[in-house]
T-cell receptor, first 114, second 111 residues
Framework: GAGVSQSPSNKVTEKGKDVELRCDPISGHTALYWYRQSLGQGLEFLIY????????KSGLPSDRFSAERTGGSVSTLTIQRTQQEDSAVYLC????????????FGPGTRLTVL | GNSVTQMEGPVTLSEEAFLTINCTYTATGYPSLFWYVQYPGEGLQLLLKATKADDKGSNKGFEATYRKETTSFHLEKGSVQVSDSAVYFC??????????FGSGTRLSIRP
């Protein structure tokens, strides 16, 4: 596609429910990144993929967070048993390859946990 | 560890004023440096970048020069417009393939 796309654009959920956020990177980009933008924490790195593997999961805030990528394309970020502090905008980015320092960002998914 | 510190906002200026948003970084080595911009209701966009010391990145009238002596990458524009109102993020590229962002500076331009 023309750019990185994410869905849904907005998600409201109740505390304790699980949510899945989807990212579709730019076609041909092998590296994919997830970030979180929240009040008070700014923009934080969560995880990145090179192909289907995730060499760096260091930014995932707890074991309730997981991500996968299949077919070297679409990625899903899953948050289990959501908490109010998970409310944030979740941004996905992609780059042509790992180590390519220009990353292209999607519009984000705004998650609100009530 | 690596970090980015930028001027806190919000910054409010009149149209045609001169803009400076300060940014400094800490890093081992010489990472690539970026300014990203987030316009209201839109996603994060790369505004400009510099990949080595003394490089100047420029775009849309904005400029920033990579200064290794002062570990700075200040954003400047000679004459701002209302359409420049946005949140600006200074950032560095980490060797671990992730981008480390500053906290963001909200800029508002009055007509």
């Amino acid at each position: 596609g023309a750019g990185v796309s994410q869905s849904p654009s907005n998600k409201v959920t109740e505390k304790g429910k699980d949510v899945e956020l989807r990212c579709d990177p730019i076609s041909g980009h092998t590296a994919l990144y997830w970030y979180r933008q929240s009040l008070g924490q700014g923009l934080e790195f969560l995880i990145y993929f090179q192909g289907n593997s995730a060499p760096d999961k260091s930014g995932l805030p707890s074991d309730r967070f997981s991500a996968e990528r299949t077919g070297g394309s679409v990625s899903t970020l899953t948050i289990q048993r959501t908490q109010q502090e998970d409310s944030a905008v979740y941004l996905c980015a992609s780059s042509y390859r790992e180590g390519d320092n220009e990353q292209f960002f999607g519009p984000g998914t705004r998650l609100t946990v009530l | 560890g690596n970090s980015v510190t930028q001027m806190e906002g919000p910054v409010t200026l009149s149209e045609e004023a001169f803009l400076t948003i300060n940014c400094t970084y800490t890093a081992t080595g010489y990472p690539s440096l970026f300014w990203y911009v987030q316009y209201p209701g839109e996603g994060l966009q790369l505004l400009l970048k510099a990949t080595k010391a003394d490089d100047k990145g420029s775009n849309k009238g904005f400029e920033a020069t990579y200064r290794k002596e002062t570990t700075s990458f200040h954003l400047e524009k000679g004459s701002v417009q209302v359409s420049d109102s946005a949140v600006y993020f200074c950032a560095q590229y980490s060797s671990a393939s992730k981008i480390i962002f500053g906290s963001g500076t909200r800029l508002s331009i009055r007509p």
